[in-house]
């Protein structure tokens, strides 16, 4: 999650937003198939070749650089050592598939330096969970089971598992580009590029008025393949020191999620949060 909760900025639960897709779009039934158990591993999971790193865009003339407005945005929330004085976090709330009207409580823990896990128990489907240790990715849910992430979505479990993300650490981009000054979910935001160490594009809009995030465009792998996914971060609200989004709004493929947090406690996870249960054990062996 990160302290931002949407970790991710980044993709709250995947795997999540694949049972979404499957609860509203019955055309895709590799959704609603039981995936094959995997085979048992004996190693640590797979990591994918490098992929190549995408050229930097062009700088927009006469707006603010791009680290100057992602420093914005992390002294708005509260600044750096607010952040920085925090290890662990748990969310509480609850998530929305639109259209399909299922809702169920949402979990979302994380803790220093790179651990999440996020639990979702949806009616009519169950308990959806999706999980990084600082090792292994793993998600478990009732469509398809238990699953180990490998190559490059497993890298991006990691990237996106980074508890302190919200500091856009220089170690982890090629480049901070501001793009544009657009309108986005109605409001004129700064248009960012992020270009990844590891390969691939983030793109973040920040609100030009109060400098706080207001969502950004994603691509991640999937079991589904690559995967763009539109985030609209809000309701902005303060917790332990730090303002963050209590609101996200996802959207890809047609199907929008909406994950509400009601609470957040600081500080209290117990590293066991982020032992994998025995059906994944059981694929580790």
Partial sequence: MRISIFRRGRVVASCVLLVGLGAVASSVPALHAQAPAQAP???????????????????????????????????????????LAHTSSHASGTMTIAG???????????????????TINLGGIGD???????????????????????????????????????????????????????TFEGRPCYKVSLVRKMGGEDIDFYDVETGLKAGALLTRETPMGPMTVTQV???????????????????AMGAEQIMKITSIEFDNVPPSTFDPPAQIKALLK
């Fill in 41 to 83: 591993k004996t190693a640590p999971p797979k990591t994918a070749p490098a992929a190549p790193v995408a050229k930097a865009p062009a700088p927009a003339v006469g707006l603010p650089s791009g680290r100057s407005i992602i420093n914005r945005h992390i002294e708005a929330m509260g600044g750096r050592n607010a952040i």
């Fill in 100 to 118: 399909a009207g299922i809702t169920g409580p949402l979990e979302i823990y994380s803790a220093k330096p790179d651990k999440s896990l996020v």
């Fill in 128 to 182: 959806v969970i999706e999980a990084f240790d600082g090792t292994y990715g793993w998600s478990l849910q009732p469509m398809t089971g238990p699953r180990l992430a490998e190559g490059k979505e497993l890298q991006e479990r990691k990237f996106d598992s980074d508890f302190y993300s919200d500091l856009h650490q220089e170690g982890r981009y090629t480049s901070m580009t501001t793009l544009e000054k657009t």
């Fill in 233 to 251: 971060q809000s309701d902005y609200k303060k917790f332990g020191g730090l303002l963050v989004p209590t609101s996200l709004k996802q959207t």
